[in-house]
């Protein structure tokens, strides 16, 4: 799945980066947890490839990196986990959980 990218509050730029790729009789099935970056370079594709597929239980020292956040139980219980040098605040992550679940409800806005 291709990374998700928006900004929230008045000017913080994210690249949200679905962590794993499973498909279910050839679609796509979302998963539940997603990773956080500081979108530097204006939605460009190649960071996003650079940065995909990095298991949680390695370090991360990418200085773009935000922590991840997962979906216990879409919809209701979320969490965040700020594992970089930078976190969300409760106002950004707030957002930010609302523009991925508004991604995971509506297909049509999924780049595949």
Do not use: C
Request: aromatic fraction near 10%; avoid cysteine; glycine fraction near 4%.
């Amino acid at each position: 799945m291709q990374p998700i990218f928006f900004t929230v509050g008045a000017k913080l730029p994210l690249m949200i980066i679905p962590d794993t790729q499973a498909h279910m009789d050839g679609h796509p099935v979302l998963t539940y947890t997603y990773s956080v970056y500081r979108d530097k370079q204006d939605k460009a594709l190649q960071q996003a490839e650079a940065k995909q597929s990095r298991l949680h239980l390695e370090q991360n020292n990418d200085p773009d990196y935000m922590g991840y956040i997962t979906f216990e139980l879409p919809g209701k219980l979320f969490n965040y986990t700020p594992d970089g040098s930078e976190r969300l605040n409760s106002d950004e992550l707030e957002e930010t959980i609302e523009m991925i679940s508004e991604y995971r409800d509506k297909s049509s806005l999924w780049k595949i």
